[in-house]
T-cell receptor, first 112, second 113 residues
Framework: KQEVTQIPAALSVPEGENLVLNCSFT??????LQWFRQDPGKGLTSLLL?????REQTSGRLNASLDKSSGRSTLYIAASQPGDSATYLC???????????FGAGTRLAVHP | EAQVTQNPRYLITVTGKKLTVTCSQN?????MSWYRQDPGLGLRQIYY???????DKGDVPEGYKVSRKEKRNFPLILESPSPNQTSLYFC????????????FGPGTRLTVL
């Protein structure tokens, strides 16, 4: 059974820092891995999707990598801004059940 | 604009009073799902549908029903809501032809008294 873990659970950084959020999974037979952003009490916004055959995806200041052999994905945020403050969730889409298996999230606070 | 919409966004109700949360997507996606999000438990799938008239249980289906009569709509029905169904609910849709990238609705915050 797939388990997804995110470390750290919370992170507070000053504006301008580059930072890395970690996501690990137990079953390497994933279909794709998706990173989301969630603002408090709000919906989930898709940030990046990495297909199983890919190693990384980039969008603006965000870069996500995937290493299936080690069971890890990382989300790199360059030059962080206060507007990046949110909870970041990674999720594995696997199996034939149209199901995302989510990590618990990393709560990020970027202070000016 | 491509989107998933849910209604209502907020609902306070009482135990036993039937309710329906609607979900609609305008992206012609085949797959749709319902999730609930609870503190400490994260997001868990309730039901999913892979196409019209094709639905199946997710991880926490007890107390819920769904239907998929049209491709764009996937309502969530609580026949007799109970306080343990107080939660934040999300509808999602995706297409296998688009790598199953999941698109989520804005959420429905339900309180059952």
């Amino acid at each position: 059974k797939q388990e997804v873990t995110q470390i750290p659970a919370a992170l507070s950084v000053p504006e301008g820092e580059n930072l890395v959020l970690n996501c690990s999974f137990t079953d390497s037979a994933i279909y794709n891995l998706q990173w989301f952003r969630q603002d408090p009490g709000k919906g989930l916004t898709s940030l990046l999707l990495i297909q199983s055959s890919q190693r990384e995806q980039t969008s603006g200041r965000l870069n996500a990598s995937l290493d299936k052999s080690s069971g890890r994905s990382t989300l790199y945020i360059a030059a962080s801004q206060p507007g990046d403050s949110a909870t970041y969730l990674c999720a594995d889409f696997s199996g034939g059940y149209n199901k995302l298996i989510f990590g618990a999230g990393t709560r990020l606070a970027v202070h000016p | 604009e491509a989107q998933v919409t849910q209604n209502p966004r907020y609902l306070i109700t009482v135990t036993g009073k039937k309710l329906t949360v609607t979900c609609s997507q305008n992206m012609n996606h085949e797959y749709m799902s319902w999730y609930r999000q609870d503190p400490g438990l994260g997001l868990r799938q309730i039901y999913y549908s892979m196409n019209v008239e094709v639905t199946d249980k997710g991880d926490v289906p007890e107390g819920y029903k769904v239907s998929r009569k049209e491709k764009r709509n996937f309502p969530l029905i609580l026949e007799s809501p109970s306080p343990n169904q107080t939660s934040l609910y999300f509808c999602a849709s995706s297409s296998p032809g688009l790598y199953n990238e999941q698109f989520f609705g804005p959420g429905t915050r339900l309180t059952v008294l």
